[in-house]
């Protein structure tokens, strides 16, 4: 089926150009040419070993310094942020190790890692966050959506570290909910009522000084802002891991390395409904996996991300070298995406062996931007990934995200691979839509099979669709 607005003979002519023609492709028929095809299998593929060789998780030397040694209590009400201090100061004197949160319930404020200290939360341990905002003051330098800024301190932070972590079986709750936290969005759905403060005035703020250039240390946000800081944020650190816990009610980000090298999130479970709750955030990373990871989000489940507009491009730093495996995804916005603050770029993304359904969940693979962000997205690959269903497109890449083609810096996405996914219900199977003067590129499905497509597919200046393979509603995509 063709847009009413296309004629047979413009779409006869664009597909023989390659141009980026309108095209609707039927949910159970293909409609376009298939251009030549692929190899059998995608090469990139042997990069994946020599990244996750170089992706080793940070040691740490056999010593505990349990919390409770340095006064934690576990009585209602006490505050155990000062012990937990007093501990890593230990801990990092004696050379490393890690600092131990044991059984049972403690209250605490912000957390700031040092270099070889392994934050450790025991099975059967909660680590709950203060609500009292001004515990998280002096402004700590950090990033938020993509934007650095001085703001409230992320709940457990690390500037600058070396061989740092948090693991074991426990819980980690940011406290945040409908009452807290959550309604500084400025939506009803989450809390917030007509005249209450939100954080709209303060991020038009933060977004006209990065366009203005104003320094970071100018960029002064914290109380009377309602700029809702990320849950776990390692900022410029090497070699990071994040393992083992569960992570809940998070006010904003929940796992958010931002400028690392050498990054392993593994048996995480997140389990947080909150806005913005995006499960796993890399931003501007290098060489990071994310494996046997449980992701039930209230935003994305996996975002990569690379800055801002003008920050993304100011500090020119992809995310790149990522390998996403063996993960489940429920609720969320997407399963994997890419975007939108990706300014800076992200290439070399390697996703597989996931699994992912919920009626709440919107979207397998997302790429989203606009010529606002620019930046580039290449070489990306999921493959062997299982989808029960989700309410919109299997694969959607969207070239008009918020502020849409408003911009001057027109994006580049080019070579996306899909192979061996498949999907039992959804919207749309594809959901393609780039500009007219600047096309998605090379995009390629193999071997895939879509079934319970509600509409047809939408293919909006694409050059060089490859479908091989391909079924939809049990009809083959030509």
Known sequence: MIRDETT?????????????????????????????????ESGAWARVPEILARIVPPAFPARDFLITDFGAALREGSDVTEAISEA??????????????????????????????????????TLR?????????????????????????????????E??????????????????WWPWKGQTQHGWAEGEPNQIAARDRLQQMVADGVPVAGRAFGEGDYLRPSFIQPYRCTNVLVEGVTIVNSPMWEIHPVLCTNVTVRGVRVETHGPNNDGCNPESCRDVLIE???FDTGDDCVALKSGRNADGRRLATPVENVVIQHCTMRDGHGGVVIGSEMSGGARNIFVRDCEMSSPNLERALRIKTNSVRGGFVEHVYMRDVTVGQVSDAVVRINFHYEEGDAGDFDPVVRDIEVRGVTCDRSEYALYLIGYERDPIRDIRLVDCRFDNVAKDSVVEHVVGLHLEGVLVNGEPLA
């Open 292 to 294: 046997d990871c449980y």
């Open 8 to 40: 047979r003979r413009t779409f006869i002519r664009d597909l023989a150009i390659g141009g980026g023609a309108l095209l609707a492709l039927p949910a159970g028929l293909g409609a376009c040419r298939p251009t030549p095809r692929a190899p059998a």
């Open 88 to 125: 890593i100061r230990a801990c990092v004197d004696a050379g490393g190790g890690r600092v131990v949160v044991p059984e049972g319930l403690f209250m605490t404020g912000p957390v700031h890692l040092r270099s070889n200290v392994n934050l450790h939360v025991a099975e059967g341990a």
């Open 163 to 180: 061989n740092v972590a948090v693991t074991g079986g426990g819980t980690l709750d940011g406290n945040a909910s409908p009452e807290f």
């Open 129 to 161: 966050f203060t609500r009292e905002t001004s515990g998280y003051l002096p402004s700590v330098f950090t990033r938020w959506e993509g934007m650095e800024l001085m703001n409230y301190s992320p709940l457990v932070y690390a500037f600058e570290q």
